[in-house]
């Protein structure tokens, strides 16, 4: 064959494909370090999808029978509104192709434990509801499997999985707390099991009777739901229903399918944000595990490099030469990526199964293993693997034969000059958007522009990072030689000796560590802000807070109000309305908010009597509102209640956008679903603060999910909050982290088998091993310490733009955790003598005479 036709691409690939394919089976241990870094990319990508479907197919599960045997259900457009009238129930009973009308009763509540507890939840529902008897309710009923349901008031019913969680058999009397109502003494009578097990979910079926009169407001019910006559489609019925009913609208009509269908979007659109984290997460250890790759096959390529000559020697073209190493490429690539499908599934379930344990409430059911799954994850780790395996594949076909079989070939490389160049100025380009961006006023603006320029500084970083890492290890390892002799000033030589590959190497630590870095940033801001706002903005004497999403029933707030020694109090309710045709949350406040909250009032006053509204100076400009002007809004059953503006002020994430005043509150806020989330307390004159936490805490005691704090617990309770968040992103940081370790153990081993020939002559010479394995020490240090000074600097940066850019948020003292900081440094250093120790072994194992004796 030619040398033009092998050019050409003809004929040899077969042999090229073996030769590759024994290249790989020769060097086992290069084999799996590749293979490692592609698992460890693949696996989050697969583990999240795997999860998120798990989620999906466990969630359907649960909603597969919403509406099921329902032809038709009316209902309210606003969850929070007082519901639909009874009204509506003889009216839909008397048209002709309606066979049955049940109402639909629940609302919140929370169970007490066989211990006296109130039982935790985790997020998921807690509902009382009412008992329907089979042949009245459509649908199949739900099988009782031990007791019989409630007859009379004070008897209810529980799902087994409550029934587990409190320690509740048939026959014990316990309690229920009805947020509107107050604690209620009930006896089980029996226990059902719903058609799903979703983990965490309490429901109390109670007598129709006294489900109305706890739940309802005595003249509406949650929903109607219809069944049709024999013969008559849903959607005849539901045009039959809504052309009869009033046209209001507050109210939805719609078919059992399209409620099936508008619930499975709202689980569709929660569960989008968890798979957008996950996926987040393993973006990011697919690219630091392309840097180690990339490094990799550089390395590979350059110790190959006499063997790839011959061939070229012999007759293959650079067309052959390029697809031989691709296609080992592919190879390692799906291979790693089988691994890590497998080891994303493992993934899964061990998320699934400390989510489980931690009772958050989510459903229980198998995993969930798609084929989009297995596609995507074989597909990805082989083009991550391919792609990155494409600039050294490039650089081996286009070596001249008889350049490449010079031995010095490797050490060499083409200047850093323009590379550098293009990096600085992304650096410069990024540094002004991360400056225009902090100073934006408009908060999503301003996020945008922050991380539009940091994504710039960090490709700019990482283009200019070979340039940089020569004289900056140079400054770190200056001391080095003077401690360590010899076995220094090689080990500082050799980590500038091959600036691209330090600085790929490297870089994946610094990826890691600037993520951690920035979160340590934002954290320690976070929680300086908060601790600045109790220090400054709280002067009551102590917090009342609730557990979980009922917040503070309205009892416990009145009877806390009314404990003696009370001086003054304030109480903050969450507000839902519709302003200008768009939802929008706020707080409405009763009580002389100003003596116990810090208000930074802009302009006007804080009175909040009356028709009075406060609105922060953010929300003032988007809407063009100035002090006098009238503010409407509209409550979840239509009710309009005119405001007007009596003041702004400055931005608090403590109070939101807007607040309104008592009136305003009773008039848009339903009687069964108005709650308090915070009392703020304040002691008599002459009360002493131990005196005033004994009479809240008897006052407060009979209704369980009270929490009463003074300012240092509140704020404590209020940083425990931010560290959980903070430890699940660290967590998840880790993978990085580890996948960068492993990238410095493999760049380390394969320089070790780079340079046995130079490690045999030191050997020959006199080198003993430990100072061998000193040698690879140091080396591995260097690089470290180099790639977590970059990282820590960048994240420091960054997290200072982001904190700056979100300071309207509530976020608006910017703290940088030096200590956290200088942990990593030194955690970098002892990540490098860790990374070391099996290549520094390895290398100090090397025979001297077999390795000089190699070509």
Known sequence: ????????????????????????????????????????????????????????????????DVAEGVDVQVST?????????????PLL???????????????????????????????????????????????????????????????VMLNDGAARAA???????????????????????????????????????????????????????????????PGTAPATLRDEVAAALPDTPEMRVETGAQVRERVQSQLDDALRFVNYFLLAFGAIALLAGTFIIYNTFS??????????????????????????????????????????????????????????????????????????????????????TVASAWVPARRASAVPPVAAMRAEFASTGTSLRRRTAVGALGIAGGTVALLLGATAETTPVAASVVGAGAATVLVGALLVSP???????????????????????????????????????????????????????????????????????IRADFVLTGIGPSGIPPRAADA??????????????????????????????????????????????????????????????RHGWTVGDAVELTGPDGTVFRNVVRGTYAPQSALGDWVVGESAYHALAPALARRDVLMLVDAAPGVTPAALRE??????????????QDRDEFRGAQARQIDQMLAVLYGLLSLAIVIAVLGIVNTLALSVVERRREIGMLRVIGTHRAQVRRTVYIESTLIAVYGAVVGVVLGIAFGAAFVHALRNEGIDRLAIPWVQSLAMLAGAAAVGVAAAVWPASRASRTDPLTAIDEP
Not at 174 to 196: N, W
Not at 207 to 226: K, M, N, P
Not at 361 to 375: I, N, S, Y
């Open 560 to 621: 806390a109000a009314a404990a003696p020694g009370v001086g003054e109090v304030v109480r903050f309710h969450p507000v839902r309305a519709e302003l200008d045709g768009a939802s929008t949350a706020g707080l409405a406040a009763s009580g002389p908010v100003a003596d116990l909250l810090r208000l930074d009032i802009v302009s006007g006053n804080s009175e909040l009597t009356g028709d009075g509204m406060l609105v922060s100076t953010d929300a003032a400009a």
């Open 167 to 229: 320690g509740l058999h048939v026959g014990d009397r316990t309690q229920v707390l009805v947020p509107a109502k107050g604690l209620q003494d009930v006896t089980v009578t029996g226990i059902y099991a719903p058609a799903a097990d979703t983990g965490g979910y309490v429901g109390i079926e109670f007598t129709a009777e006294q489900a109305r009169a706890l739940f309802t407001d005595g003249s509406h019910v949650g929903a109607f739901q219809v069944a049709a006559t």
């Open 467 to 537: 340039a940089l890492s020569s004289p900056v290890i140079r400054i770190l390892g200056a001391a080095v030689p003077r401690v360590f002799g010899a076995p220094g000033r090689l080990a500082v030589t050799n980590a500038t000796r091959n600036p691209r590959r330090t600085s790929a190497t490297g870089f994946a630590l610094t990826l890691g560590l600037m993520l951690v870095t920035l979160i340590g940033v934002f954290g320690a801001s976070a929680r300086s802000s908060v601790d600045a706002l109790i220090d400054t903005g």
């Open 77 to 89: 457009e606003h969850p929070g509104a007082g519901g639909v009238p009874d009204s509506y129930g």
């Open 299 to 384: 390395m590979i390529v350059a110790q190959r490099m006499r063997e790839l000559a011959l061939l070229r020697a012999v007759g293959a073209g650079r067309r052959q030469i390029r697809r031989s190493v691709l296609g080992e490429a592919a190879a390692v690539g799906l291979a790693g990526s089988a691994v890590g499908l497998a080891a994303g599934i493992g993934l899964a379930y061990g998320l699934r199964a400390a989510l489980n344990a931690a009772d958050l409430g989510l459903p229980r059911g198998d995993l969930a293993v798609t084929a989009r799954t297995v596609v995507a994850a074989l597909a990805l780790g082989a083009f991550v």
């Open 93 to 155: 009973r008397g048209l002709p192709h309606v066979a049955e009308v049940t109402p639909q009763i629940s609302g919140p509540l929370v169970l007490v434990d066989a211990r006296g507890r109130p039982v935790q939840t985790g997020g998921a529902p807690s509902m009382g509801l009412s008992y329907t008897p089979p042949g009245k309710a459509p649908g199949d009923p739900e099988p009782i499997v031990a007791g019989a349901p409630p007859s009379a008031d004070g008897e």
């Open 1 to 64: 064959m030619t040398p033009a036709r092998a050019r050409a691409g003809g004929g040899r690939d077969p042999a090229l494909r073996r030769v590759a394919l024994r290249t790989l089976a020769a060097n086992r241990v290069r084999l799996a370090l590749t293979v490692i870094a592609v698992v460890l990319g693949t696996a989050f990508v697969a583990g999240s999808f795997v999860f998120t479907d798990t989620l999906h197919k466990a969630f359907d599960g649960v909603f597969a």
């Open 695 to 708: 009479s809240l805490t008897a006052a407060t005691d009979p209704y369980l999910v009270v929490q009463v």
